[in-house]
């Protein structure tokens, strides 16, 4: 398995952007654990490191849907919770640097977005970007990228499920879905996850309201893509897990979709080799 390099990191630079007292940049739930699904969560806080101050943003901006993805971390942890698998989940705002897209990117240091400004990424220096990318975007990466290794080294490459959600309005326009299940070349998890909403009642996107197509959704694409896992990007509206107990319903309805999976893979592989049999039989 490859994964992409991290920039040579200078010295100090940890204590430079980060206080001793602050939180590492991501935290991994059930280290351990062999079962062979990958939880990960881009954006599931709306922390800034105390070194940035409030960015010049407001209360209410710093804990706005462009900040955090509201209630994904906590939908998150409780899923990997109940099901007792792995999770990565980052710990500071996708407006400090957002792990879910290419550094090159100009959404990586988001300026400008749903009609709020973020004078805090307004002329912001490369260094200044290498310094995040150092100390919490890399970091992060690495974490999951040692998780892929260390399951499938158990038996199994793990299916990876990255969670997000996302506003009922951006930029005035209403999003009428419950959910969306994004995903590129790779239809396993897709299919799965797209019954299984449907089949609980809720209006269901397919690549809405965002696309998981090359080049969106870094994280997958540089982790599960490139090694050929099965993965899927999972988007909940934010409305439906803003508080404690629409987390719990989601978690519970999610806990049953994953808990499915080897066994569907597993199911989906006999039937393509009983396929390809019967074809080479044919020929």
């Known amino acids: 398995m490859t994964y992409g390099t991290p920039s040579k990191k200078p010295q100090n630079t940890h204590r430079q952007l980060l206080a001793a007292d602050e939180p590492d940049p991501f935290k991994v739930i059930n280290a351990l654990s062999e079962q062979a699904i990958l939880l990960v969560c881009d954006h599931a806080s709306c922390r800034f490191p105390k070194s940035l101050g409030d960015m010049g943003l407001d209360p209410v901006a710093r804990r706005c849907h462009l900040a955090v993805d509201i209630g994904?971390?906590?939908?998150?942890e409780k899923i990997a919770a109940s099901l007792g698998v792995t999770a990565v989940v980052a710990h500071y705002s996708r407006l400090v640097v957002d792990c879910n897209r290419e550094l090159t990117d100009p959404g990586a240091f988001l300026q400008f977005g749903d009609g709020v400004p973020v004078p805090g990424n307004r002329g912001i220096s490369q260094a200044d970007k290498d310094l995040r990318a150092d100390v919490l975007y890399w970091p992060y990466h690495e974490a999951i990228g040692e998780q892929v290794?260390?399951?499938?080294?158990i038996g199994t490459s793990p299916s990876f499920i990255a969670v997000h959600s996302f506003t009922p309005v951006m930029n005035g326009v209403a999003r009428p879905?419950?959910?969306?299940?994004?995903?590129?070349?790779?239809?396993?998890?897709?299919?799965?996850?797209?019954?299984?909403?449907?089949?609980?009642?809720?209006?269901?996107?397919?690549?809405?309201?965002?696309?998981?197509?090359?080049?969106?959704?870094?994280?997958i694409d540089h982790h599960a893509e490139a090694n050929g896992l099965p993965h899927v990007g999972i988007e909940i509206r934010q409305d439906l897990i803003d508080d404690d107990a629409g987390v719990e319903e989601i978690a519970r309805l999610m806990h049953s979709i994953i808990e499915s999976i080897p066994e569907r893979l597993l199911a989906s592989e006999a039937g393509n080799n009983e396929r390809r049999t019967s074809i080479h039989d044919r020929s």
């Open 72 to 76: 994904a971390g906590e939908l998150t």
């Open 149 to 153: 290794q260390r399951i499938g080294k």
């Open 177 to 219: 879905w419950h959910m969306g299940v994004l995903w590129d070349t790779d239809k396993r998890l897709r299919d799965i996850f797209l019954q299984g909403f449907a089949a609980a009642g809720f209006v269901v996107g397919d690549n809405e309201p965002y696309s998981g197509k090359s080049p969106q959704d870094f994280t």
